[in-house]
T-cell receptor, first 115, second 115 residues
């Protein structure tokens, strides 16, 4: 069975600095999808970034980028120029390629932004 | 997120009572899911439905039931609530965005407290 591990329950970063959130996963599949979701205090789940495993190029979305290491089964999220609005819970997630596959979430990392 | 509504927003419930959490989508997507979110445990899948008329068990199905009589509605029922079911409940749909790109959209959540 697939698993997703986020080893950092909480992290803090100074405003305008860069922070990296770690995520590792376990799977025997070769094709799959990886996601980072953000959950601010409003509790709404917001997709931050998505990576298709067959793509070697790391996904980027403005200040958010990932370091996808397929062989190491690692999928870290880098937030550049951290802003106060980035304070949230961040979840790493995995989904297989089949239509009926389910998304599996890590336990989350709470990110604090220090002014 | 537009397209997925949940009701109620929050509820306090006496143990032993029956409760149905409602989820409705207007996006006509087949796959729907119920998750519970607990501190330190992330999101865990309770039940899912790949299409109207079918349902399946997720990671933590005990004490919950679902039905999928049509595409739009996917209610979650607690037949006899217990305090351990105190949680935030999210309904979600799975959407093929474009090509092989995909995304899971979440409703706003229901905070349930069982006393």
């Amino acid at each position: 069975a697939q698993t997703v591990t986020q080893s950092q329950p909480e992290m803090s970063v100074q405003e305008a600095e860069t922070v990296t959130l770690s995520c590792t996963y376990d799977t025997s599949e070769s094709d799959y999808y990886l996601f980072w979701y953000k959950q601010p205090p409003s509790r709404q789940m917001i997709l931050v970034i998505r990576q298709e495993a067959y793509k070697q190029q790391n996904a980027t979305e403005n200040r958010f980028s990932v370091n996808f290491q397929k062989a190491a089964k690692s999928f870290s999220l880098k937030i550049s120029d951290s802003q106060l609005g980035d304070a949230a819970m961040y979840f790493c997630a995995y989904r297989g390629q089949n239509r009926d596959d389910k998304i599996i979430f890590g336990k989350g990392t709470r990110l604090h932004i220090l002014p | 997120i537009a397209g997925i509504t949940q009701a109620p927003t929050s509820q306090i419930l006496a143990a032993g009572r029956r409760m149905t959490l409602r989820c409705t989508q207007d996006m006509r997507h087949n796959a729907m899911y119920w998750y519970r979110q607990d501190l330190g445990l992330g999101l865990r899948l309770i039940h899912y439905s790949n299409t109207a008329g079918t349902t399946g068990k997720g990671e933590v199905p005990d004490g919950y039931s679902v039905s999928r009589a049509n595409t739009d509605d996917f209610p979650l029922t607690l037949a006899s609530a217990v305090p351990s079911q105190t949680s935030v409940y999210f309904c979600a749909i799975y959407v093929i965005v474009a090509g092989d790109s995909n995304e899971q959209f979440f409703g706003p959540g229901t905070r349930l407290t069982v006393l």
